[in-house]
């Protein structure tokens, strides 16, 4: 499973899309909008090209490292403080290949989906860049 969505995440469904009888380990990374001093993220996607490069990697994971599942979902539009941004869930018969294939996603997910953050900090509005 890989998609961007509009709406609040579903965290147990993510997780219960990865869990298999033979997997021996579930991570799951949830990634937030923390309290840095920022108001709120508006983050943007170039939205057929981000599902694309979500697949790639979801895709490149699961090979890479013998996963028995990996999703990952990722939101779009402007979210407060504390709002859940992404969930990647993996799991693997082991859990060292499932933390990896899930800190891949991640990092992969940061170098390649076109996806843009714009930060709110009471009245100044400014594009974050690099990862």
Excluded: Q
Aim: one cysteine or more; glycine letters at 10%.
């Amino acid at each position: 499973m890989y998609r961007l969505e509009t709406g609040p995440i579903d965290i147990n469904e993510i997780v219960r899309s990865v869990f298999s009888p033979a997997a021996g380990g579930v991570v799951v990374f949830i990634g937030t909008v923390r309290d840095d001093g920022t108001d709120s993220l508006e983050i943007e996607a170039y939205e057929e090209m981000a599902v694309s490069e979500l697949g790639r990697i979801h895709d490149e994971a699961v090979s890479k490292f013998s996963l028995n599942g990996a999703s990952v979902v990722h939101r779009t539009g402007r979210l407060p403080l504390g709002e859940v941004i992404v969930v990647i869930a993996a799991s693997s018969a082991h859990r060292a290949m499932a933390f990896d294939g899930c800190r891949y996603i991640i990092e992969e997910l940061k170098k390649s989906v076109p996806l843009w953050k714009k930060e709110y900090r009471g009245d100044s509005i400014r594009w974050i860049t690099g990862h």
